[in-house]
């Protein structure tokens, strides 16, 4: 079903999270102001990505990281133009050029600077193709996309946009309970881990902040972060005194009366 | 006679008031005034300025209440008054309008912190063909897997109780967990 939008809306860091927690496969074709951007997953992994009409080619991207010579693409280009990039790739390979190592490295290295310069698209109409697949010619990697969340939270620096999303600092945090993940293999910075440290229901942010001498911005980017990470979730701060409605919400104290009256009501609304 | 409420919230125009008005027995009492804004003339000619008010009668001795937050932000004075006492609370989000989901969740949290009372969260307008995904607004409004996301059709009378009857099962639910 629709998942499309627009980029005023979601940012690309809110795209991949959903991406990254849906386990999704199919591609992400971005609008932007000049170009259009698409960006292949599997099962919520990036495996591809193509900026507009820019030459993703195999041989461009050695190129570019300079595991290939002007001379070389050049050559590659007029002689090699009809052969896939997997069997180039192969060729590399088997003629003791390149090992499988550095190819996927580099490819993995040119789709991750194709999405950083995603996450300064701030318009753009976005939809997700759950059955297009990449290109069968072109190399596929499996990148995982916490990282790169956390990189383009780093990047926001709207400060409205921050409060929208975490419009309290009196709220806790908690980690969330998402089997496969290891805050190990995740790279934090100095800062995002000294908040790690401090996550805990017992704390709200507002008082990590303090621990930590962040002020408000600073932690709602981090914190932020580590949301859209789908690393921490907020929490009821365990031990603030809620706000006692003034009103009491059932006419009687006894739970028994209580149970009896919601039964009622069940009984009512199925009647309707 | 005993009185209790629920109170269904959400962004603009999100449903709340067909919500109501598909099991209220009165005509939904609500303070029409002119749109004042371009933005929101847009979206649809009137909307609700005090709140909603719908009444289900359950019997002669128990009257359940349901009360209709003014869904723009300058009005949200009224929100911490409305959720006073409440049973519980519902969160309408239209799912054809991606754009307001950010505004659902920070209306979420803003309830939750007012009361911990069991909630839950209405996809609205599921109906339509551009309608969203639930699994994927679950992950977008960051809902907890515990938190119940269900789909509805405000003025789908059957799917407004499944909703109804949804969150009174949370309620006797908690009630009995607390017990435990």
């Known amino acids: ?272 | 006679m005993q009185t209790v409420k629920m109170v269904i919230t959400g962004p603009f125009s999100a449903g709340k008031t067909e919500f109501i008005r598909s099991v209220s027995e009165i005509d939904v009492v609500s303070t029409e005034r002119k749109i004042s804004s371009a933005s929101e003339k847009l979206v649809k000619e009137a909307t609700t300025v005090a709140m909603d008010f719908g009444r289900i009668t359950v019997d002669d001795d128990l009257v359940l209440y349901l009360f209709g937050t003014p869904g723009q932000r300058r009005f949200d004075f009224m929100w911490e008054i409305l959720s006073e006492g409440m049973l519980g609370f519902i969160v309408m989000v239209d799912s054809t309008r991606p754009e307001t989901f950010r505004e659902a969740r920070s209306i979420l949290e803003i309830f939750h912190a007012y009361a911990p009372t069991p909630y839950l969260v209405a996809a609205n307008k599921q109906d339509i063909k551009d309608a969203w995904d639930i699994e994927d607004m679950r992950h977008v409004l960051r809902l907890d897997t515990k938190v119940k996301l269900i789909s509805c059709v405000a003025t789908d009378r059957d799917s407004v109780k499944a909703v109804l009857l949804e969150l009174l099962y949370s309620i006797l639910s908690e009630m009995e967990n607390g017990e435990k």
């Open chain 1, 1 to 272: 079903m629709a998942l499309r939008g627009n980029l005023r809306d979601f940012t690309i860091s809110q795209l991949l999270n959903l991406i990254n927690l849906a386990n999704k496969t199919g591609t992400l074709v971005v609008e932007g102001p000049s170009e259009t951007a698409k960006v292949a997953f599997r099962d919520g992994k990036l495996s591809y990505a193509q900026m507009g009409q820019e030459d993703s080619s195999l041989a461009s991207v050695l190129h570019k990281a300079k595991k290939l010579s002007s001379g070389q693409y050049k050559s590659i280009q007029q002689h090699a133009a009809h052969i896939s990039d997997k069997e180039l790739g192969l060729l590399l390979i088997n003629a003791g050029y390149l090992s499988q190592d550095d190819i996927l490295t580099d490819l993995q290295q040119h789709f991750t600077d194709i999405i950083q310069r995603l996450f300064t698209w701030v318009e753009g109409f976005f939809h997700f193709d759950n059955d297009s697949l990449p290109p069968d010619d072109r190399i596929s990697v499996r990148l995982d996309l916490e990282n790169l969340i956390i990189e383009g939270s780093r990047q926001m620096r709207e400060w409205e946009q921050l409060q929208d999303e975490i419009p309290s600092l009196d709220m806790a945090l908690k980690f969330t309970d998402r089997p496969g993940t290891n805050l190990r293999n995740i790279n934090l910075s100095v800062e995002e881990w000294r908040v790690v440290s401090y996550v805990n229901p017992r704390n709200t942010i507002r008082q990590i902040a303090s621990a930590t001498k962040m002020n408000d911005l600073e932690i709602r980017r981090i914190v932020y972060g580590l949301l859209q990470a789908g690393l921490v979730e907020t929490s009821r701060f365990g031990g603030a005194t809620t706000m006692a409605p003034k009103v009491r919400v059932f006419p009687s104290e006894d739970k028994g009366e209580q149970r009896s009256l919601i039964n009622r009501l069940i009984t009512r609304i199925r009647s309707l």
